[in-house]
Nanobody, 117 residues
């Protein structure tokens, strides 16, 4: 099972940028579709952006044209580049490796992003 660790969160002002990293353990990282989710206080977890099994990317409408997902399998790391951040982007951000049978999926512990002036 792959293990995931997020980093890169912090406090930024509206309009600024931030890049989150999701580092995975082991040699199987490259087979997993990696999905970024976020959860704001008092709200349900929502999908932000992700990779399909074929390597295509997709984004929530709320972040399209502002966020970019990428990955470097040689570094077993996925990234979420966030620009033009808004206060409503404030949340804990989690990366998730979707299950690829027979291998189970995994969640990171999350990293907090606060967008505030």
């Amino acid at each position: 099972q792959v293990q995931l660790w997020e980093s890169g969160g912090g406090l930024v002002q509206p309009g600024e940028s931030l890049t989150l990293s999701c580092v995975g353990s082991g040699t199987l990282f490259s087979i997993y579709p990696i999905i970024w989710y976020r959860q704001a206080p008092g709200k349900e977890r929502e999908l932000v952006a992700g990779f399909t099994k074929g390597g295509s990317t997709y984004y929530a409408d709320s972040v399209k044209d502002r966020f970019t997902i990428s990955r470097d399998n040689a570094k077993t790391t996925a990234y979420l580049q966030m620009s033009s951040l808004k206060p409503e982007d404030t949340a804990f951000y989690y990366c998730h490796a979707e299950p690829v049978p027979p291998f189970p999926g995994s969640w990171g512990q999350g990293t907090q992003v606060i967008v505030s002036s």
